[in-house]
């Protein structure tokens, strides 16, 4: 049984240090990832997969699908125009 207690420990200084420089790793391989993942989804929009089909094999919901395929569209362009 886990018992909840008010305040977490406190880490050492040399623990806390560790721990945020694995959240700073972390963080950004999943932002590389997540960024990836957004191209691909943009790309099988543009070759006419469905909504329904794409949320069906990613995180995302269908909405999210289309907000996320418009907005690196979108990207696309404005990098292409400039």
């Keep these: 049984m886990l018992l909840m207690t008010s305040q ?3 880490p050492s200084e040399s623990d806390r240090k560790a721990l945020l420089r694995k959240l700073d790793r972390a963080t950004e391989a999943h932002e590389k990832t997540r960024k990836a993942l957004d ?3 943009a790309d099988a929009r543009t070759a006419g997969l469905s909504l329904t089909e794409i949320s069906e094999h990613t995180p995302y919901s269908r909405e999210w699908v289309r907000r996320i395929a418009a907005q690196v569209q ?3 362009y404005e990098g292409s125009a400039g």
């Design 39 to 41: 191209a691909l989804v």
């Design 74 to 76: 979108a990207e696309r």
């Design 8 to 10: 977490p420990p406190k």
